[in-house]
Structure formats: structure tokens, C-alpha cells
């Protein structure tokens, strides 16, 4: 007795059945990724930050910085609207004046990061522009628009020396400089994300007169001192010793061989790639970011950086402390013994002594992010706000990044806007987000 539905077919038909449902399936997949190709291609495709301004009409200034101690640091500037181009802007006693914002991006990034959006309104720097900012966006050294110094080739291991600490104590200071003397304002705004905060509150510590050139520091998806990897066999790996990432990557360039493959790879593919490695590593799902915007943004998600830099960040999460490099690397075990720790210790960054005001902007579902050792670390008055269900590259890139991270941004500016902080700026904030 044929068996019902499946009896009526032979077996040709029924590998026609299945080859038609796939087909379909296919279809529908390509449909998907064929509705965002124009904006994210164009996004996608970009050679460099002036690049990607110019696709939204925006005109991007390019700047050289020199730090003390020798790096070429790229500054790029967003200081006009639509149509203002010939304006002058903080240039002179006849031109215009803006309050200065300064954006700095995370690790393994460079500038680019903060305009590789799909939508221009979701776009932090180009909504600040039309609200009448003069924006500035640092670059890391190492990274693409800083790989260059007056001292050292970037094929010697003298050029890869730097940590957390050179980005503290050279790069955010003297890239401050450079921009307030440029435009010849007394104080800025920096708006910082991940590492680019973590930077800020250890120069911000280090450096007192920093504290009076910057009005409020907004740290977006904020690091500090990381709780360590959702993965248990990599996590144990880097606590086990840091080291390890010397033997594996050597002393110059972390990666260095991500864009090879990025140029090589079918742009889904590579996306799909990212996706499974945040997911391994930090246990992110990422579906507050479209497939669209991925693909528009992931091939510019990363840029050189030295994998010493790394180290330190594995150095932090080993300890517990947000410090200062620890030169004197010493095997675990001598490391962690009692003994050892009488008779040295790294200095941590004086993060209780800022005197910026600082407003905190973090995902409730993102991993790195230990709010409690952050706020222990911090000066008491500053300010915290929890966006629950966002996660870590959320803060740049996410669906309604317009919605949920801006007002606080926007709020924060508004707010504070001297020098010198007052109880009236704090008192006057709260009252922001509470109308917020």
C-alpha cells in the first residue's frame, strides 16, 4: 500500500521538489543582501575617511599631529555643514565658532569607524556637524592613518614598542593640543569608544592640566578593566600568561593579515566570519546591527595596531587593575606569588583623580563592560547610564543607535560646557535626562 503524499511521486520528482525549494531559498537569500548592495557597497567600498564623508556630501579635513615623542598621528575634521564649505570655522577672530567635539575610536580601529554608517542620521559625527559642532576624530599610532614616525620604520620592532600607556601619555594629550590650538578654543568634548575611553580615563589620570582642556568626557560602550573572555579555553589561555600572544604574533603588528583576507573574501562570507568570531570570543550575537550595515562597515572594522597593546589589555584582565604596562613579565607563577608582590607592583592609573565630569553610556548585555569595578574607580560624581539589551559595537553601528545612544550624548553636551565643572552643569544634566 503506497504510502500517503509520499507515495504520489517518484523519486525524480521529488529531487525536483527539493532542488525548487532550495532554489528558493536562494532567492530569497540573494534578495536579502541585493536590497542593501548600493549604500553598502558604496559604504563598503570607501579608500578612507574623506572618502566616506564625501559619500554623504560631507568635506573632511586631513591633519598631521606630531607627538613628543616622535609618532605622525593623522587628525581628520568635520567642521561644516551641507553648503558651508567656504565658511571659516575657528580660524581666526572673524570666522565662525563652534564648540570642538574630539571622537576616538576603539582597539584595532581607526577613525573611519565613527562614519561607515548606512544611514546619515545614525551617524554621530555627521549629527553633530549639522547641530553646529567643529568634530575631530583621533587616530591611534600604528593604525592606518598613523603609521609613521620621524624615529623608526614601521618594519622595525622600535616602531611596535607602544602600549596603552604611549596612547596616554603622547598620543590623546598631544592630539588635544594640536586641535585646541588649532582652533584656537580653551576646551573640547571627547567622546570615546572602548579602548578610546579607556585611553582617555588613564590621560585624563596622568596628565592634571588635561582635566581643564576637556569639559566632559562621554564614554561610549566604556573600558576599563575587562572581566575577561567568554570563552573558557581562550580566557584561561590569557590569565595563564600573555606571553603566549608574543610566541603566536610576534612583537610588531597584530593581525597585520586581516585585510588580506577581507580583500579576498566573498563580503557575506567575510561578515559571516566576524560574526562567529565576536560570538567565540566575546559570546556577542550582534542582532542590533543589520546585515546591511555589516556589511557596509565590518571590512572597515579593523586597522594595525601593536600586539604589545594587546598584551597590556591581557595584562589588565589577568590582574584585575586598570595599569600601567608591566614591563618586568615574569612566568605566572612567579607573577602571582606572594613574594613576588612585595617587592614590585605596576602602578595602576590614578582614575580617582579626574576632575572631568564623566558620563558613562554601557550595554547591559555587553561582556566587557564591569560597571561595578568601573564606578569603585571613578570619582564619585560620575554619572552612569545603563541601554540593556545593547551590547558592545552597538554603540556605533546598532539599528537605532539615533534613538538609544545620541540623547545621552546630546544631553551631556548641552549640559556641560565649561572649563571648570559646576554643581549646576550635574544638576542641570539630570534634569536633561530626566526630560530625555
Known amino acids: 500500500m503506497p504510502v500517503p503524499f509520499l507515495g504520489r511521486l517518484n523519486p525524480s520528482e521529488y529531487v525536483a521538489l527539493v532542488g525548487s525549494f532550495l532554489l528558493v531559498g536562494l532567492e530569497a537569500f540573494i534578495r536579502v543582501f541585493t536590497l542593501a548592495l548600493p549604500i553598502s557597497t558604496s559604504i563598503r567600498n570607501a579608500s578612507d575617511f574623506v572618502d566616506l564623508c564625501a559619500t ?9 599631529v606630531q607627538t613628543k615623542d616622535g609618532y605622525l598621528l593623522g587628525l581628520h575634521r568635520l567642521a561644516w555643514r551641507k553648503g558651508e564649505e ?42 553633530l556637524v549639522e547641530r553646529g ?8 599610532r600604528g593604525n592606518k592613518y598613523s603609521k609613521k614616525s620621524i624615529r623608526w620604520s614601521p618594519t ?3 616602531f611596535w614598542n607602544f602600549s596603552i600607556d604611549e596612547f596616554a601619555f603622547h598620543d590623546i594629550p598631544d592630539s ?3 586641535i585646541l590650538e588649532t582652533t584656537g578654543q580653551k576646551s573640547l568634548s571627547y567622546i570615546g569608544f572602548s579602548q578610546g575611553t579607556a585611553q582617555a580615563f588613564a590621560s585624563l589620570a596622568v596628565h592634571p592640566k588635561l582635566n581643564d582642556q576637556v569639559n566632559v568626557f562621554i564614554a561610549l560602550a566604556p573600558a576599563m578593566s575587562p572581566a575577561g573572555l567568554s570563552n573558557g579555553v581562550v580566557d584561561a589561555l590569557v590569565k595563564a600568561s600573555p606571553q603566549v600572544l608574543y610566541l603566536l604574533f610576534g612583537r610588531r603588528s597584530i593581525l597585520s593579515s586581516a585585510t588580506m583576507w ?12 566576524i560574526d562567529l568570531g565576536l560570538s567565540f570570543l566575546f559570546n556577542w550575537r550582534t542582532e542590533n546591527i543589520s546585515t546591511s550595515q555589516k556589511l557596509a562597515a565590518y571590512p572597515h572594522l579593523y586597522s594595525f595596531t601593536s600586539t604589545k597593546s594587546v598584551v597590556h589589555w591581557f595584562q589588565i584582565i589577568r590582574t584585575k587593575s586598570f595599569q600601567m604596562y608591566d614591563d618586568d613579565v615574569h612566568p605566572p607563577t612567579l607573577l602571582s606569588s606572594p613574594s613576588s608582590n612585595k617587592y614590585t607592583k605596576v602602578a595602576r592609573y590614578p582614575t580617582r583623580n579626574i576632575k572631568t565630569p564623566v558620563v558613562l553610556v554601557y550595554g547591559g548585555s555587553d561582556s566587557l563592560v564591569d560597571i561595578k569595578a568601573m564606578r569603585r574607580a571613578l570619582p564619585a560624581q560620575t554619572i552612569a547610564n545603563e541601554i540593556p539589551h545593547y551590547e558592545h559595537l552597538d554603540f556605533l553601528w546598532a539599528r537605532d543607535v539615533h534613538e538609544q545612544v545620541f540623547p545621552h550624548v546630546f544631553d551631556a553636551l548641552e549640559s556641560f ?9 550635574f544638576a542641570r544634566y539630570r534634569i536633561a535626562r ?3
Not at 559642532?133 to 591611534?140: K, R
Request: charge should be negative; proline fraction near 6%; aromatic fraction near 12%.
Open 56 to 64: 554623504f556630501g560631507y568635506t573632511a579635513e586631513e591633519h598631521v
Open 86 to 127: 567656504d565658511t571659516k570655522v575657528n580660524s581666526g577672530p572673524k570666522s565662525v565658532k563652534k564648540r570642538v567635539v574630539y571622537l576616538h575610536h576603539g582597539l584595532l580601529m581607526n577613525s573611519e569607524v565613527w562614519v561607515c554608517l548606512t544611514d546619515e542620521q545614525r551617524a554621530l559625527p555627521f549629527v
Open 133 to 140: 559642532f567643529d568634530v575631530w576624530f583621533g587616530n591611534n
Open 156 to 158: 622595525s620592532l622600535q
Open 176 to 178: 588635544i593640543g594640536y
Open 262 to 273: 577581507e580583500s579576498l573574501l566573498y563580503p557575506p562570507l567575510f561578515t559571516k566570519l
Open 417 to 425: 560646557t565649561g572649563a571648570e565643572p559646576m554643581r549646576e552643569e
Open 434 to 436: 530626566e526630560n530625555s
